[in-house]
Nanobody, 126 residues
Framework: VQLQAFGGGLVQAGGSLRLSCAAS????????MGWFRQAPGKEREFVAA????????YLADSVKGRFTISGENAKNTVYLQMNSLTPEDTAVYYC????????????????????WGQGTEVTVSS
């Protein structure tokens, strides 16, 4: 299984970026996909997730009102639209996918996912 994340880059504060991530390889029914991020010197933290069964979404409090997660279940693709970016959003962003073996695990915790992408770097300048 491979997860490819794209869309990171350098942006000024107040700007926007759209990240995308596609899962390929072994095919089975994914239960959901999510985004996490890790800033230098900090632990990885939850950002957003989407549950394919009903398209419900989860967002970290720090990004509510600014970030939106969406996706295409049939394509195993997830997007993260990031608006009103601040320097505090600077991090490496990782996408993750939840297989049936993790179906009952919390969508907002990294342990709820068993496949991870390589990360895409987002830098927000002040």
């Amino acid at each position: 299984v491979q997860l490819q994340a794209f869309g990171g880059g350098l942006v000024q504060a107040g700007g926007s970026l759209r990240l995308s991530c596609a899962a390929s390889g072994r095919t089975f029914r994914w239960y959901g996909m999510g985004w996490f991020r890790q800033a230098p010197g900090k632990e990885r933290e939850f950002v957003a997730a989407i549950k394919w069964s009903d398209d419900s979404t989860y967002l970290a409090d720090s990004v509510k009102g600014r970030f939106t997660i969406s996706g295409e279940n049939a394509k195993n693709t997830v997007y993260l639209q990031m608006n009103s970016l601040t320097p505090e959003d600077t991090a490496v962003y990782y996408c993750a996918a939840k297989s049936p073996s993790r179906s009952t695990y919390d969508y907002t915790r990294s342990g709820g996912y068993d496949y991870w992408g390589q990360g895409t770097e987002v830098t927000v300048s002040s």
